[in-house]
């Protein structure tokens, strides 16, 4: 069960000069986690984890996945 981490592109470089930034202008991070049983997974817990560990500045978004694809529970 390996999260995959995805975040704004706040902190991201343009290929070209004057060109767009990558991401989105709202810094954020999203948390997906697949699992095989999302009932299972206590999510207080997980919230409390990721919190700890991204950045304070960063609002995050967390989905508890099953593997499926199914049972999404965000946050």
Do not use: C, K, Q, Y
Request: glycine letters at 10%; aromatic letters at 4%.
């Amino acid at each position: 069960m390996t999260p995959e981490i995805t975040e704004s592109g706040g902190s991201a470089w343009s290929a070209r000069p004057l060109g767009p930034f990558p991401g989105t202008s709202e810094p954020g991070l999203r948390v997906p986690l697949r699992v095989s049983d999302p009932a299972r997974v206590n999510r207080a817990r997980l919230d409390a984890v990721v919190a700890a560990a991204a950045p304070a500045h960063l609002p995050f978004t967390l989905e508890v996945v099953g593997n499926d694809g199914s049972d999404v529970r965000t946050g």
